[in-house]
């Protein structure tokens, strides 16, 4: 065989082996598959997704992930709407200081702050409210399980009733039992927060991925609906 020809067959073998390589990175696994886990991303567009303001989406799909940053909207949200559930993604961060979040349970895509639980993500090694894993201005992570900075890290977020809890990178970093929050605008502690009346708020809603300024990525967007 002449050089140039065996030079094609590695070239075509190279480029087929990327394409199946691409494809199982999106694919479920054969026990998430038998566990009622499903897709809502399929690594290619952004069928099945929009913007919470609904304007058109500005961002395309960055090497198989969903790219937040100057998307068009506040939170880049699933059109679907979930109750109880288990989430799984992994999200990369673009540097020290990224800022984004995942949001669940958005009942009021109009303002999603007040009407919806946002997951932080978040660059540095913080353990605060507002720091990787903590359920926003309400819960801290027990510790900072986020990887350095463009590595990939996995979350998973679950969802019953009143209680949620997530964990970053195979370990849960924190939890919440909403009923728990008999006041507004206040923690069990009796410390502050900036939401309202938390407790009272529909269980039911869209999740997303928030643009707050940083340019980060997410991938593997799988979901098993617990009401099924």
């Not at 006041?183 to 938390?198: M, Q, T, V, Y």
Request: hydrophobic fraction near 35%.
């Amino acid at each position: 065989m002449k050089p140039i020809m065996k030079s094609l067959l590695l070239l075509a073998a190279l480029v087929q082996f990327g394409s199946l390589a691409h494809a199982q990175e999106v694919l479920l696994s054969a026990a998430e598959k038998q566990e009622g886990f499903e897709l809502l991303f399929n690594g290619k567009d952004l069928s099945g997704w929009k913007n919470n303001n609904g304007k058109p989406i500005k961002t395309a799909v960055e090497d198989g992930a969903i790219q937040t940053y100057k998307c068009g909207g506040y939170v880049l949200m699933h059109e679907r709407q979930f109750e109880d559930f288990i989430l799984r993604c992994d999200v990369k961060l673009s540097a020290p200081k990224t800022n984004s979040g995942i949001f669940i349970r958005l009942s009021n895509p109009k303002n999603p702050v007040q009407n919806g639980f946002e997951i932080q993500v978040m660059g540095g090694s913080g353990t605060g409210r507002h720091d990787f894993g903590a359920i926003y201005d309400l819960v801290a992570p027990s510790k900072n399980m986020g990887r350095p900075i463009g590595e990939w890290n996995s979350v998973e977020i679950t969802c019953r009733g009143a209680k949620m809890s997530v964990r970053v990178n195979g370990e849960k970093v924190s939890e919440i039992d909403l009923d728990a929050y008999t006041e507004a605008k206040k923690r069990p502690d009796g410390s502050k927060h900036k939401f309202g009346d938390i407790r009272n708020l529909p269980r039911r809603g869209h999740l997303g991925f928030q643009d707050h300024g940083s340019k980060v990525w997410y991938k593997n967007v799988r979901i098993k609906d617990l009401k099924k």
